[in-house]
Structure formats: C-alpha cells, structure tokens
C-alpha cells in the first residue's frame, strides 16, 4: 500500500494544522495507519495510531490530548489534527501501515526512504 502524507506547514506556536494521509493504494493485510515524526537530530519518533478494523486510536504520550487521529472512510484518508502546537513539535511527519496498532511503534526503526516517502514538514516557530 503506497501512502501519501500532506498538510504540513508553518505556524505559529499555539496553532494548529491538519495533516492527511491518503492511501494510494490498498492491501487486505494492512489494518491500521500510524504517524510519525521526525524532528532534526533526532531518531524517529511514534505518534498516533488509527485501526482500521475497530476504530482504536493510539497516542503517544508527548502528544496525548492535543493531537487526535481519524479516518474518512470514503476518501481512504486518515487526518491528525494537530492543536495546542510548540517548537518542540517541529518535524518531518510520516504515515505508515501495519497490520494492526499493537506494535506500530517497531516501525519507527525503519531507516528505509522507500518505506517512508518523503513526509510532511511541520514548523512551529514565531
């Protein structure tokens, strides 16, 4: 499954953004869709996950309460809508699948740039 990540921007400290990720392409193996980051100097880090099966959702601490994670069905897109955002949210933002939510988090040590794609660039700065 090819998926596409888009949204990310510049913004100010306290904003928010919106960030998809659209699926290119489907496989019946894959159940679940996770975020990542990836901020300079620094290894890649989990973010939020989405089962496609039954709806769970996952957070990672450091973003838990400002960042929900969704899915639109009918557009095959899953969003995480980002509030509340600070300097230290700065990063390059990945989706990816797994087969479940369970253990998404393993992904993170995929140094691969084909698996990855080129990501999102999310910048918060005054």
């Known amino acids: 499954v090819q998926l596409q990540a888009s ?3 510049l913004v100010q400290p306290g904003g928010f953004l919106r960030l998809s990720c659209t699926e290119r392409g489907r496989h019946p193996r894959y159940r679940a869709i996770g ?3 990836q901020a300079p100097g620094k290894e890649r880090e989990w973010v939020s996950c989405f089962s496609i099966s039954d709806g ?3 957070y990672a ?3 838990k309460g400002r960042f929900t994670i969704s899915r639109d069905n009918a557009k095959y897109t899953v969003y995480l809508q980002m509030t509340g955002l600070q300097p230290e949210d700065t990063a390059v ?5 797994d087969e479940s939510c369970d253990y ?9 740039d084909d698996f990855w794609g080129q990501g999102t660039q999310v910048t918060i700065s005054s």
């Open 61 to 63: 601490d450091s973003i």
């Open 35 to 37: 975020w990542f980051r």
């Open 104 to 112: 998404i988090e393993v992904l993170r040590t995929i140094t691969r």
């Open 7 to 9: 949204g990310g921007g």
């Open 56 to 58: 769970i959702t996952r």
């Open 93 to 97: 933002y990945y989706c990816a699948p």
